[in-house]
C-alpha cells in the first residue's frame, strides 16, 4: 500500500506556511514468505518553518499486536528538525527514506510464496524441461490399455498414500531423467485436466527419489493441494492427453527358429552363430540371437537349431545377455558381463531390478522381461530346452528396424530385406534354402559388433559356425516317402514349421486345430475354440499369442469376443509339448457390421481389403427397406460432417484438415493445440494458432531459420525469464 502527501500544510498555520507546503509518502510492504510487515516514509520535500507553527510534528505509528501496542518515533519527532528529514540519511542509505518492521505475523508456511519462488527457478531452466517433456511417450488412453504396456509401471507408493485413489501410472525407464505420469479415474479413463488430480511431466524419474520429491511431488503440494496456482505449476510439468498413443507391436521366436516378424510374416531359418535380429536404423537399439543345435531325446546334436542365447543394448544402456543354463531348463542372466543370478534366484522375488537404462522384471523362474528406455520391451523365457522371445516395439520405430525380424512398416512383403544400402528384399513365397543364403545368412553379425558375453575360454568364434549347412524343408520332403508325406500332411496339415520339426527331430508337434477364418459382427457374441492334439501322446498347453481386443476373453482354450467397434486385430495362437515341439496358428479375422439390418457377406470383402489381409471388414445385404448407399454423398445429407466425409464400408466417418481433430460427437472439427499436445517442435515458446502455431524464444534468444529452435543472443547471454529475483531487505 502507498499512500502519498501531497502540498500538505499545518491545520493551524500563518500565512507565510501557505506557500511552503511538506510532500511525503508512506509504504506498507507485506513480507509473504515470514508474514512480516514493513513501513517506508519517503520524505520529498519539507518545507514548513518550525518557527511558525502551533504545535509540534511527531513523526513514527503505532502498532498494534493482541492486547499491547508498539509505537516508534524517529529520531527528530518533536524537534525542530523534523523538517529536514528530506535532506537526512535514513537507516536504508538513501537520502529522506527509512524503512521499520511494525508487525510479525503467525508462524506458518506460505505455500503461495513456495510456489511462485519454485516457479521461478524452474522457468530458469524451461527450455530443458520442455525438451525433455516432448521425448517422454504418449500416455495410454485408458487405464486397461496402460496394464497391458509394459512400458509403464504403476505407482503402487502413491496408490497407498492417497488411501487407494490416485491410480497412476509411469515410464518404467526415463528419458534422460525425466518420465511422464498418467492418471486415471475409477472407471479407468484418463485424467487430463489440470486441477492436480491428474498426471504431470516428472523432471526426475522416481528412481531419482530425493531429486524428485524436492522437484516434483512437494512442489504440486505446494501449487495445487496447498494453494490455487496449479496454472503455474503444469506450466512447467506439462500433462499428457494421449493424442497419437499408439501400443505396442509384438514379433516372436519360438521353436526350431521359427520367427515372426514385426509385421506377422512367418518364416523358419535355422543358421548356426550370432545374428541381428532386430537394429534401428538411428541406432539407438540391437538385439542379437544366438543359436546351437537341438538335440534329440538320447542328447544327440541334429541338424536343427535353437535360440540359445540373447543380446540387447539400447542407446547408453548396459548391455543385458541371456542363455539357457548348462542343462538347457534355466536362464543365466547378466548385466554387462556381470551375473545378476543372486538376484534373479532370491526367494519370493517379484521386485524389478534397475541398471543403467535398461530394467529387469522377473516374470517367474524361467522367464524374465527386460524393459529399455527407447520403448522396446523384450519377454524371453526357456522351455522344451530352447529359449523363446517376444519383443514388443513402439510404433515410433516404424521404418526404422532391419534385422531377422523385418522392416517394421506393417508391410510383411518386405520383411526379407538383405543389409545393405541398395538390397532388395527377396519374395515372401521364397524357398527355405534362397531364405537362408539370401537373407539370414547375411545379418550374421562380425566379432567387433557383437554385444555377448563370453565366459572364460569361449569367443565369439565359439559360435560362428558359417559352414553349418542344415536342412532345409525343400529337401526334407523330397527325401519323404509317400507314407511319411501323408503321415505329416495328416499330423501337420500344410503347416511348414510342423512338417520340418517332425522330419528333424522326430518329436511330432503339436497340433492346433482352429477355424483359419473368424467370421464376427460387431455386438454379438462369436465363439472360437482350439483344440489341440500331438502325434506322440505328449500334453499340449495353448497360450494367447496376441494382444486381447475390448470385448474378448481366453479361457480353456475358448476365445469369446464381442466386438464393440471395427478397429482392426490380430488373434494368434500358440501351443507347446514341452520337447521341443511348437506350433502357431493365426486366424483371418472378418468383420461385419450391418447394423442389425441385412445379411452379412463374409465371402465379399469391402473395397480396400484384400484377401492376404489378416483383418478384413466384409460387405452388408441389406434387408428390404434398406440399403448401402454413400452416406456422404449431398444428396443423401446424411453426414453432417463439418469438414471431410468419408463413406465406409459400415458406416459414414468425418474427417478433419491438418491441424484439426475430430469432436467427441464425431462431427465437428476442433483445433488442435501442438502446444499442449507437444507435437509442435517449439524449443522454447509455442503459441497455438487455428489449425497451426507459431515458435517463439525467452527474451535474450533468436528464432533460427527452422522458426522452431532458439539461439541465445551473445548480447543478452546472462538474461533469462525470472531470473531477477528481488531479495528480501532485512532490517530488524
Not at 102 to 118: H, I, L, P, T
Not at 327 to 342: C, K
Not at 444 to 450: A, G, L, W
Not at 655 to 678: M, R
Request: with cysteine; hydrophobic share 30%; net charge negative.
Amino acid at each position: 500500500m502507498v499512500v502519498t502527501w501531497t502540498g500538505m500544510i499545518p491545520r493551524l498555520y500563518y500565512n507565510t506556511l501557505y506557500e511552503r507546503p511538506n510532500t511525503f509518502q508512506l509504504v506498507v510492504a507485506y513480507d509473504p514468505s515470514r508474514y512480516q510487515t514493513f513501513t517506508q516514509y519517503v520524505y520529498v520535500d519539507m518545507s514548513w518553518d518550525h518557527e511558525y507553527l502551533v504545535r509540534r510534528s511527531m513523526i513514527g505509528h503505532l502498532s498494534y499486536k493482541q492486547e499491547q501496542h508498539e509505537s516508534l518515533q524517529l529520531a527528530p519527532s518533536m524537534k525542530s528538525t523534523a523538517f529536514t528529514l528530506d535532506t537526512r540519511y535514513g537507516n536504508t542509505g538513501d537520502r529522506g527514506r527509512y524503512m521499520f518492521r511494525v508487525a510479525s505475523g503467525r508462524n506458518e508456511v506460505n505455500y503461495d510464496q513456495k510456489c511462485f519462488n519454485w516457479f521461478a527457478n524452474e522457468m530458469r531452466r524451461i527450455s530443458l524441461v520442455r525438451y525433455y517433456w516432448r521425448w517422454t511417450m504418449v500416455c495410454p488412453c485408458d487405464e486397461r490399455l496402460a496394464l497391458m504396456d509394459g512400458r509403464w509401471r504403476f505407482d503402487w507408493k502413491q496408490f497407498y498414500e492417497t488411501r487407494f485413489e490416485r491410480r497412476c501410472y509411469y515410464e518404467r525407464m526415463p528419458w534422460g531423467m525425466s518420465t511422464q505420469e498418467c492418471c486415471y479415474t475409477e472407471f479407468g479413463s484418463l485424467i487430463s485436466t489440470e486441477d492436480g488430480r491428474g498426471g504431470q511431466t516428472f523432471f526426475y524419474h522416481p528412481r531419482f527419489e530425493r531429486l524428485h520429491e524436492k522437484y516434483d511431488v512437494q512442489p504440486k503440494q505446494w501449487c495445487c493441494e496447498f494453494s490455487d496456482n496449479c496454472d503455474f505449476f503444469y506450466f512447467v510439468r506439462p500433462m499428457d492427453h494421449c493424442s497419437g498413443y499408439m501400443p505396442l507391436t509384438i514379433g516372436w521366436f519360438y521353436g526350431d527358429p521359427h520367427i515372426r516378424t514385426l509385421d506377422g510374416f512367418q518364416y523358419t531359418f535355422n543358421g548356426l552363430g550370432e545374428y541381428t535380429l532386430i537394429e534401428t536404423t538411428h541406432g539407438n537399439f540391437t538385439l542379437q540371437g544366438r543359436t546351437a543345435k537341438a538335440l534329440d531325446d538320447s542328447g544327440k546334436e541334429m541338424d536343427a537349431t535353437i535360440f540359445s542365447a540373447f543380446a540387447a543394448r539400447d542407446i547408453n544402456s548396459d548391455t543385458f545377455h541371456v542363455n539357457m543354463n548348462a542343462t538347457r531348463n534355466g536362464l543365466d542372466i547378466f548385466i554387462d558381463g556381470e551375473s545378476v543370478m543372486a538376484w534373479f534366484n532370491a526367494a519370493n522375488n517379484t521386485a524389478e531390478h534397475e541398471y543403467t537404462n535398461v530394467i529387469l522384471a522377473k516374470k517367474s523362474a524361467t522367464e524374465i522381461e527386460v524393459t529399455f528406455t527407447s520403448g522396446f520391451s523384450l519377454t524371453i523365457g526357456v522351455s522344451a530346452e530352447q529359449l523363446d522371445i517376444t519383443v514388443g516395439a513402439s510404433d515410433k520405430f516404424k521404418n526404422h528396424t532391419k534385422g531377422l525380424m523385418g522392416v517394421f512398416n506393417g508391410d510383411p512383403m518386405d520383411d526379407l530385406l538383405p543389409p545393405g544400402e541398395n538390397a532388395v528384399a527377396l519374395s515372401n513365397s521364397s524357398s527355405e534354402k534362397t531364405i537362408f543364403y539370401g537373407f539370414g545368412e547375411l545379418w550374421r553379425i562380425d566379432q567387433v559388433d557383437s554385444l555377448f558375453f563370453y565366459v572364460k575360454g569361449e569367443s565369439y568364434l565359439t559360435y560362428a559356425h558359417p559352414e553349418f549347412k542344415p536342412l532345409f524343408l525343400e529337401d526334407v520332403t523330397a527325401n519323404m516317402t509317400d507314407k511319411e508325406k501323408a503321415n505329416a500332411k495328416k499330423i501337420c496339415g500344410d503347416n511348414k514349421e510342423c512338417i520340418f520339426d517332425l522330419a528333424i527331430t522326430a518329436n511330432g508337434s503339436p497340433n492346433i486345430t482352429v477355424h483359419s477364418v473368424f467370421n464376427v459382427t460387431v455386438g454379438q457374441e462369436n465363439v472360437l475354440t482350439v483344440t489341440t492334439s500331438d502325434p506322440d501322446g505328449d500334453d499340449v498347453t495353448v497360450s494367447l499369442n496376441s494382444t486381447r481386443p475390448e470385448g474378448a476373453t481366453w479361457e480353456h482354450n475358448t476365445y469369446t469376443w464381442t466386438p464393440v467397434d471395427m478397429e482392426p486385430v490380430n488373434i494368434s495362437f500358440k501351443a507347446s509339448d514341452g520337447k521341443n515341439g511348437v506350433a502357431a496358428a493365426d486366424v483371418i479375422v472378418n468383420l461385419c457390421n450391418c447394423s442389425g439390418h441385412g445379411e452379412c457377406l463374409f465371402d465379399l470383402l469391402a473395397d480396400g481389403y484384400e484377401l492376404k489381409q489378416t483383418f478384413r471388414i466384409v460387405q452388408c445385404n441389406c434387408s428390404i427397406g434398406w440399403e448401402a448407399i454413400n452416406e456422404c454423398d449431398p444428396a443423401n445429407r446424411r453426414d453432417d460432417c463439418e469438414q471431410i466425409c468419408v463413406d465406409t464400408p459400415d458406416k459414414w466417418t468425418c474427417e478433419c484438415p491438418d491441424g484439426y481433430k475430430l469432436h467427441d460427437n464425431g462431427k465437428n472439427c476442433t483445433d488442435i493445440d501442438e502446444c499442449v499436445e507437444k507435437t509442435s517442435g517449439c524449443e522454447q515458446e509455442c503459441s497455438n494458432t487455428n489449425g497451426s502455431f507459431v515458435c517463439s524464444c525467452f527474451t535474450g534468444y533468436d528464432l533460427k531459420a527452422d522458426n522452431k529452435t532458439c539461439t541465445m543472443r551473445m548480447s543478452s547471454k546472462y538474461i533469462r525469464v525470472l531470473e531477477r529475483r528481488s531479495e528480501s531487505m532485512k532490517y530488524d
